[in-house]
Structures are given as C-alpha cells and as structure tokens.
C-alpha cells in the first residue's frame, strides 16, 4: 500500500493551494483519511479528518479556511486550503486507516508535500 501526496508548492499570502493524496495497492477498504503538518522545529499536528462516512474534524488554527474531502471510489482524500498565511507552511502529511484484509486496520502515511506562504 502506498499514499501518494501532491499539490504542495509555493503561494502568497492569502493564497489557495489544494492537496491531494492517492491510496494504492491491495486496499479491501479505507477508515478515516487525513492531513497532518509538521513545520520546522515543531511537532506533527493534526490539520483534519475526515471518516469514511465523511464525518469531519478540523484542527481550530484551520477551521473556515481548509476543507477536507474524500473520493472513496478514487480512494483519494483532498485538502483545499484559502486564506494562507505564513504561519501555514508546513511540510503536510497524509494518512489513512487502511484495511487489506490482515485483520486490523493499519495506520499509512505519505511522503509529504511542502506548503510555503511567502511574498
């Protein structure tokens, strides 16, 4: 199983920028799927979840400028991000609660993609 991330770069203040990120491999069903960041110097937080049946957590630092979706046919979660500020640039991480049919959900991350807010 891999989760590929995508859609990081380089944007200005204010600006919008929309990650993806696609589960692959021998996948029976996907739990929850989220958006982790870790900036510089700082510990890994919690951006937003969301479930399979779309229940949805946002981190307060986020909350009505970021929206988490999901594609559960595409197995693909999303990250729509407006409203940037340089206290957002992060290297973000994906995540997902996978099942393949081990018997337990198993927790994966991607790669990482960078965000940076800058004028």
């Known amino acids: 199983v891999q989760l590929q991330a995508s859609g990081g770069g380089l944007v200005q203040p204010g600006g919008s920028l929309r990650l993806s990120c696609a589960a692959s491999?021998?996948?029976?069903?996907?739990?929850?799927m989220g958006w982790y960041r870790q900036a510089p110097g700082k510990q890994r937080e919690l951006v937003a979840t969301?479930?399979?049946?779309?229940?949805?957590n946002y981190a307060d630092s986020v909350k009505g400028r970021f929206t988490i979706s999901r594609d559960n046919a595409e197995n693909t979660v999303y990250l729509q991000m407006n409203s940037l500020t340089p206290e957002d640039r992060a290297i973000y991480y994906c995540?997902?609660?996978?099942?393949?049919?081990?018997?337990?959900?198993?927790?994966?991350w991607g790669q990482g993609t960078q965000v940076t807010v800058s004028s």
């Open positions: 995540n997902a609660e996978i099942y393949t049919g081990s018997g337990v959900f198993i927790n994966y």
């Open positions: 491999g021998s996948i029976f069903t996907i739990n929850a």
């Open positions: 969301i479930t399979r049946s779309r229940r949805i």
